[in-house]
């Protein structure tokens, strides 16, 4: 009885003074963060259950970006591809306008053992390719056909010792023969009168396997053997054999 006297004098002093009882400011604020906690509580669970079911749909939404990324890659891979072999493309058929009659192959094969300077390319007699034919691609010469099969080709490269064919040095059109030497060419037979240097383009003489004027290489050193009737000279082919990817069979 006297504490509901004493909240009850708390509540009327209260009322008079035009103030809010502290103990309604209590209970108010007592209330108000239950509501808050069970209405919290209350969103937690809609929310966990309305993401629980949404799984389903943002599973395959995430498959299907899954597969989106996939093809992305694929086809960055392949522009990619495509980027890095325009050069060679464009130079092929550069190569292919100057030679309509040639036959264009690429290259699937090397010597294992690297005994030979030998390169296997994918056109045969199928694609009327024969023994001795010439091979080039756009920066000179490469070969000439050794052997052929139905579908495959084998090629002698220029670099090979018992690669022969008739050279030609474009400043003062002085005549010999270049042979392989396994990484280079050597331009033999040079009448002793021929002023060489180093940097002389050499090109291909009229021959067998080639018409005049295929560029061979460069002339990087020369040779003047005592009581020699001739003079040598070392050739850097021009030729890139390390990345050799297509090439052109060109007829007798």
Do not use: C
Not at 69 to 95: C, F, P, V
Not at 102 to 119: F, K, M, S
Not at 207 to 212: D, E, N, R, T, V
């Amino acid at each position: 009885m006297i504490v509901a006297a004493l909240v009850a004098l708390v509540q009327i002093g209260a009322v008079r003074s035009g103030k809010p009882s502290p103990i309604s400011a209590t209970i108010t604020t007592v209330v108000a963060g239950g509501q808050t906690l069970v209405s919290g509580i209350a969103g937690g669970i809609h929310g966990g259950l309305a993401g629980i079911a949404d799984i389903p749909r943002l599973w395959r939404e995430n498959s299907v970006l899954r597969a989106r990324e996939q093809d992305l890659r694929a086809e960055n891979d392949r522009l990619s591809e495509a980027l890095s072999t325009l050069g060679e493309t464009r130079a092929i058929a550069r190569a292919r306008e100057e030679h309509p009659s040639g036959i264009v192959a690429q290259t699937i094969g090397y010597d294992p053992e690297n005994q030979t300077r030998l390169i296997t390319i994918d056109r045969g007699e199928e694609a009327g390719v024969v023994p001795d034919e010439g091979v080039l691609n756009s920066e000179g010469v490469v070969g000439r056909v050794l052997q052929v099969t139905p579908f495959a080709s084998t090629v002698l490269l220029v670099t090979d010792p018992a690669s022969k064919v008739p050279a030609v040095v474009r400043r003062g059109r002085w005549w010999g023969i270049a042979t392989g030497t396994g990484s280079r060419v050597q331009m033999q037979y040079i009448s002793q009168d021929a002023p060489l240097r180093a940097g002389d383009t050499v090109v291909t003489g009229e021959g067998l396997s080639f018409h005049a004027g295929v560029p061979l290489g460069r002339i990087t050193t020369v040779y003047h053997p005592e009581g020699a009737l001739y003079q040598t000279a070392t050739i850097e082919p021009a030729v890139t054999f390390g990345r050799l990817n297509h090439v052109i069979v060109v007829p007798k």
